[in-house]
Nanobody
Framework: QVQLVESGGGLVQAGGSLRLSCAAS????????MGWFRQAPGLEREFVAR????????YYADSAKGRFTISRDNAKNTVYLQMNSLKPEDTAVYYC???????????WGQGTQVTVSS
């Protein structure tokens, strides 16, 4: 089992940047593909970005491509989401996700609020 704690959310003006962090504890961090999802009020949770266990491959939602970058530091048990050129429609609670590469089981953090003002 793994525990996830997000940080780095906040209020930013449109066009600004934020970097989210997700610290993991518990089982070996490199046993998990890591991802970021988000949920805006009244909407379903949606995929934002994913990075495989080794860091060798990344995937992005169309809305994130070219603006967001996911990365991980397996030595620090941390995954990051660098968000640039933020838009008001990026406003949401951002959740860190860990997916066990063997079992496929998913784990979630508690979320961090990102608010982008126009």
């Amino acid at each position: 089992q793994v525990q996830l704690v997000e940080s780095g959310g906040g209020l930013v003006q449109a066009g600004g940047s934020l970097r989210l962090s997700c610290a993991a504890s518990g089982r070996t961090f490199s046993s998990y593909d890591m991802g970021w999802f988000r949920q805006a009020p009244g909407l379903e949770r949606e995929f934002v970005a994913r990075i495989i266990w080794s860091g060798g491959r990344t995937y992005y939602a169309d809305s994130a491509k070219g603006r967001f970058t996911i990365s991980r530091d397996n030595a620090k048990n941390t995954v990051y989401l660098q968000m640039n050129s933020l838009k008001p429609e990026d406003t949401a609670v951002y959740y860190c996700n860990a997916r066990d590469v063997n079992s496929g089981r998913n784990y979630w953090g508690q979320g961090t609020q990102v608010t982008v003002s126009s």
